[in-house]
């Protein structure tokens, strides 16, 4: 009798020890679930993206800059220059003669003025000046060059700065103020006098030309 009830007993023990080496079969299997595989994606895609866009920004071309040089007498042509290069982006150098013309000197009245004399005696229009030479002028494509109208040409204080200067490859585009004088042939003179750049035609400003002028002669330049 206690022969048939250990037997009866090692029975019982053995499908319960099978029971639980089922169950813990089961509960090793949970782990093959997807779920870690799908957060473990490579993120090449965007990085080949995000590498793609900057190797585009890398790749875009600086626009050119564009400088406005100008010689103003009495104020006209000054203000002119800043509207222009407020409309187009531009910076600005003034051409500064190194003994300044007064009132006096600009009297074109007087045949014993100064600008009178000069322009009576072509040696005495080489007028030195402060400066003629542009920080960075190489970084320039575009470059206006203002003045007002002496006698239907460019006032000759413009000319040191224009045979001081290399204009190869840039755009040259010239301007002038007067009171009732046209452009003449100041542009094309100067740009004999360069030899050097690819000179447009000019444009002539009245002396009270106005902000909304200028803007609208430099937006239709397309620059």
């Known amino acids: 009798m206690k022969k048939l009830t250990a037997l009866f007993l090692s029975a019982v023990l053995a499908l319960s020890l099978a029971a639980c080496g089922s169950s813990a079969g089961t509960a090793s299997s ?3 679930s997807s779920a870690p595989a799908a957060a473990e994606q490579p993120t090449a895609e965007p990085a080949e993206s995000a590498a793609s866009s900057e190797s585009e920004a890398e790749a875009a071309p600086e626009a050119g800059k564009a400088l406005v040089v100008y010689y103003s007498a009495s104020g006209h042509t000054k203000r002119v220059a800043e509207d222009i290069a407020a409309a187009a982006g531009a910076d600005l150098f003034e051409i500064v003669p190194t ?3 007064t009132d006096a000197d600009l009297d074109w009245t007087n ?5 009178s004399r000069e322009h009576d005696d072509e040696s005495l229009r080489n007028v030195p000046l402060t400066a003629t030479e542009v920080s960075d002028w190489d970084s320039y494509d ?3 060059i203002g003045y007002p109208i002496w006698w239907g040409i460019a006032a000759w204080p413009v000319d040191g700065f224009v045979k001081a200067n290399d204009f190869t490859g840039k755009t040259v585009i010239p301007f002038a103020t007067s009171a009732s004088s ?10 004999e006098m360069a030899s050097t750049g690819n000179w447009q035609d000019g444009h002539r400003f009245s002396s009270g030309a106005s902000t909304s002028d200028v803007q609208s002669w430099v937006s239709g330049l397309g620059l």
């Open 30 to 32: 949970a782990p093959a």
């Open 99 to 101: 003994e300044v013309y």
């Open 111 to 115: 045949s014993g003025s100064r600008v």
């Open 142 to 144: 575009t470059v206006f």
């Open 182 to 191: 046209g452009m003449g042939q100041s542009g094309s003179l100067l740009a």
